[in-house]
């Protein structure tokens, strides 16, 4: 009855257009209700707890980070970085999408800029070399969604934060499969663009590429001092996230000197923004997850996924298609939020590393966001682009059905995430 009436007053609040944190709260309540023991200062509480965290702090400084990186010319020299690298070869500027989404992911953690920043950057270029927008707009898109996955990833530490896994694990862990999914799409890429008329870039002389590789350093060596600092304790994950904003700010006011100092407000602005709304989501989600955990809900799902224990592979089907499909119409972190304390205990019940699990739930969820209906990243792009979403919904298969494939062959052989993951853990 538990479990009838989360999913009720849950969906049933976000079919009518409640707001998922308002829904939340809403689930949290209905179930005091049901157990008889309402108390408004309880959800206060709970409110106030749910924003109290410390690892959470790295959350607005990798917003904070990624918004610098995108208005201060780190982004734009990445992508100068890609085309003078790949740009030249038959289909050159797609792999230029995929590289620069690759490069992008280690440095921001966030699917819908690092999207909005190759689509303004990328999808002009690749219509004026030829291709179709909404083909362009798709691949950008399917590129973006990797931030979720490489660190500095935002989701990776919602998913640490949620589920007590060692974030510092999910980012060493996450590195490997962000990588196979750009080469599963530049694998699709080639097999769309073999046949391609459109002209690639004339390629550029050696000591272009020197130039290019010169004036992107900075931006390259974050990513390297967040890896090299989490891998030898230099800092805590939630440290990472202060160091990458002053370094990007750093970079940005002082070295590429793109960002002049009255910018900064603007900026500033719009982090605070986006950090109040991932903040009150978290923060209302704890009040129904408390709730989750004395109305014993985590219990009932483990009985429910019982028969599916004594596989862990076909566990792990049955959960990521259950993300998946709830990934059509959700975002990323009210999944996270609400699923993560539901499903953990029978992931660990069923002797699955929950590192891997949150590497690979967090890859579902990035697919989602380019799933059809909803798709938000897809959203993003069509909104930056001008392009038609019912085009980008057309445009999108080919890489969504490369990230799935991908997808299903981490499922069956887990030892890709888990043996890189703890070499790189010492």
């Known amino acids: 009855m538990v479990l009838v009436i989360f999913l009720a007053v849950l969906l049933g609040s976000l079919a009518i257009g409640i707001p998922v944190a308002y829904a939340l709260i809403l689930t949290g309540v209905a179930l005091m209700y049901r157990l008889d023991f309402f108390d408004p200062?309880?959800?206060?509480?709970?409110?106030?707890?749910?924003?109290?965290?410390?690892?959470?702090?790295?959350?607005?400084?990798?917003?904070?980070?990624?918004?610098?990186?995108?208005?201060?010319?780190?982004?734009q020299r990445i992508v100068n970085l890609a085309m003078a690298l790949v740009g030249h070869i038959r289909g050159g500027l797609g792999y230029v999408t995929i590289l620069a989404g690759i490069i992008l992911a280690s440095l921001s953690g966030s699917a819908a800029a690092d999207a909005a920043a190759l689509s303004a950057l990328l999808?002009?270029?690749?219509?004026?070399?030829?291709?179709?927008?909404?083909?362009?707009?798709?691949?950008?898109?399917?590129?973006g969604i990797i931030a979720l996955v490489i660190p500095p990833s935002i989701g990776l530490v919602l998913i640490g934060v949620?589920?007590?896994?060692?974030?510092?694990?999910?980012?060493?862990?996450?590195?490997?499969?962000?990588?196979?999914?750009?080469?599963?799409?530049?694998?699709?890429?080639w097999l769309?663009?073999?046949?391609?008329?459109?002209?690639?870039?004339?390629?550029?002389?050696?000591?272009?590429?020197?130039?290019?590789?010169?004036?992107?350093?900075?931006?390259?060596?974050?990513?390297?001092?967040?890896?090299?600092?989490?891998?030898f304790g230099i800092f805590t994950p939630t440290e990472a996230g202060v160091v990458a904003a002053v370094y990007a700010l750093f970079v940005a006011t002082c070295i590429y000197r793109e960002l002049p100092f009255q910018g900064l407000f603007s900026v500033f602005l719009d982090s605070a923004k986006m950090t109040a709304m991932v903040m009150f989501l978290?923060?209302?989600?704890?009040?129904?997850?408390?709730?989750?955990?004395i109305a014993g809900l985590p219990a009932q799902v483990t009985a429910m996924v019982a028969p599916f224990s004594d596989s862990p592979i076909l566990l792990m089907l049955v959960i990521m298609g259950l993300v998946l499909v709830i990934g059509m119409a959700m975002d990323m972190?009210?999944?996270?939020?609400?699923?993560?304390?539901?499903?953990?205990?029978?992931?660990?019940?069923?002797?699955?590393?929950?590192?891997?699990?949150g590497v690979m739930f967090m890859m579902a969820c990035s697919i989602g966001l380019i799933t059809p209906p909803v798709g938000a990243v897809l959203n993003v792009v069509a909104g930056v682009t001008n392009a038609r979403m019912i085009a980008m919904i057309k445009g999108v298969w080919p890489f969504l059905l490369a990230h799935l494939l991908m997808l299903l062959i981490l499922i069956l052989f887990p030892v890709l995430i888990v043996a890189p993951y703890k070499w790189l853990m010492g």
């Open 282 to 293: 978290v923060a209302s989600a704890l009040v129904s997850g408390w709730m989750i955990t």
């Open 192 to 231: 769309v663009s073999r046949n391609d008329s459109a002209d690639p870039l004339p390629r550029v002389e050696a000591h272009e590429v020197r130039g290019a590789l010169v004036k992107s350093l900075w931006a390259l060596m974050l990513p390297v001092i967040i890896i090299v600092g989490l891998r």
């Open 333 to 357: 972190i009210p999944i996270v939020l609400i699923l993560i304390p539901v499903l953990l205990p029978s992931v660990i019940a069923a002797g699955i590393d929950p590192v891997y699990f």
């Open 123 to 143: 999808v002009p270029m690749m219509m004026k070399a030829g291709h179709s927008k909404s083909q362009a707009g798709s691949l950008v898109a399917s590129s």
């Open 162 to 189: 949620t589920g007590n896994i060692s974030i510092t694990g999910l980012f060493m862990a996450g590195i490997i499969p962000g990588i196979l999914m750009g080469l599963s799409l530049s694998m699709v890429w």
């Open 41 to 75: 200062q309880i959800v206060a509480q709970n409110l106030l707890n749910g924003a109290d965290s410390f690892p959470l702090m790295a959350v607005p400084f990798f917003i904070l980070a990624g918004a610098i990186m995108n208005k201060g010319g780190l982004s």
